[in-house]
């Protein structure tokens, strides 16, 4: 079982940066692949970047691709979102996810586990 918290969001104007963080609980982090979603008002999750075990893989949507960086600390069971150039656009409450390495990282449902979402607004 594994227990995801994320923190660090909140309220930026366009242009700016955030970094989200992602505290997982289990002893078996090290073996999950990690993702972050995210979920606009009114729209599907979509999915956003996801990051191998060892932190040699990752993935990013196209509309985050060159703003946002995933990666991972396993010493602190921790991976990050950081998000530059942020848009009006990128509104939305982002959530941390973690799998056993995934056929298809960009789908929700070959996550397991969730965390309950931080809320990020960009204002323009």
């Known amino acids: 079982q594994v227990q995801l918290v994320e923190s660090g969001g909140g309220l930026v104007q366009a242009g700016g940066s955030l970094r989200l963080s992602c505290q997982a609980s289990?002893?078996?982090?090290?073996?999950?692949?990690m993702a972050w979603f995210r979920q606009a008002p009114g729209k599907e999750r979509e999915f956003v970047a996801s990051?191998?075990?060892?932190?040699?893989?990752?993935y990013y949507a196209d509309s985050v691709k060159g703003r946002f960086t995933i990666s991972r600390d396993n010493a602190k069971n921790t991976v990050f979102l950081l998000m530059n150039s942020l848009k009006p656009e990128d509104t939305a409450v982002y959530y941390c996810?973690?799998?056993?390495?995934?056929?298809?990282?960009?789908?929700?449902?070959?996550?397991?586990?969730w965390g309950q979402g931080t809320q990020v607004t960009v204002s323009s």
């Open positions: 996810a973690a799998s056993e390495p995934p056929v298809e990282p960009q789908y929700a449902d070959e996550y397991d586990y």
């Open positions: 990051i191998s075990w060892s932190g040699g893989t990752t």
């Open positions: 289990g002893h078996t982090f090290n073996t999950y692949t």
